[in-house]
T-cell receptor, first 110, second 113 residues
């Protein structure tokens, strides 16, 4: 089983839609969680950290469910510019290396 | 505060040559991570270093690959005797501590011909 698993998509949604992604992780001792976005052939960029209490940044909301070992990302009022691959990241409990999921592709359609 | 700097951005090597990829972390960051990404695939962890120390190299191939992060200067990922399968994008990230947020450089695209 992979340490971090994501639905690869693609998720095709119209502009203005709300879309949610989930990501599951296998190591219950994982300590830190993040969402990154990656545009085609570019470097990953930090979108937001994910805290136990959940956090929101504008149209983006991230949640952590430790009991079920998953994190989620909700995007409201999707924009064309949100089209990208969204990467779930979990830190290894031992050495704190960052483990990436393979990403979920989002396409926002006009 | 400049971001993570990687050079070169593009590197072409013939089979059997050596490739040296450089990464200068953000100012104040002492933790460096190297990842490899093949086309249409996810980022694969290679190695995690702190100044002068390798913390985790579980993702590094046992042969031909090495990494260092000296006290002075950038982190170097070195690939000896490159083969076509080494062609990929290599990304470096840095963080001020672990497990804080990590920031990525623009990557080095290695092509082996």
């Amino acid at each position: 089983r992979k340490e971090v698993e994501q639905d690869p998509g693609p998720f095709n949604v119209p502009e203005g839609a709300t879309v949610a992604f989930n990501c599951t992780y296998s190591n219950s001792a994982s300590q830190s969680f993040f969402w990154y976005r990656q545009d085609c052939r570019k470097e990953p960029k930090l979108l937001m950290s994910v805290y136990s209490s959940g956090n929101e940044d504008g149209r983006f909301t991230a949640q952590l469910n430790r009991a079920s070992q998953y994190i989620s990302l909700l995007i409201r009022d999707s924009k064309l510019s949100d089209s990208a691959t969204y990467l779930c990241v979990v830190t290894h409990s031992g050495t704190y290396k960052y483990i990436f999921g393979t990403g979920t592709r989002l396409k926002v359609l006009a | 505060n400049a971001g993570v700097m990687q050079n070169p951005r593009h590197l072409v090597r013939r089979r059997g040559q050596e490739a040296r990829l450089r990464c200068s972390p953000m100012k104040g960051h002492s933790h460096v991570y190297w990842y490899r990404q093949l086309p249409e695939e996810g980022l694969k962890f290679m190695v995690y270093l702190q100044k002068e120390n390798i913390i985790d190299e579980s993702g590094m191939p046992k042969e031909r690959f090495s990494a260092e992060f000296p006290k002075e200067g950038p982190s170097i990922l070195r690939i000896q005797q490159v083969v076509r399968g080494d062609s990929a994008a290599y990304f470096c990230a840095s963080s001020p501590s672990a497990p804080a947020e990590a920031f990525f450089g623009q990557g080095t695209r290695l092509t082996v011909v």
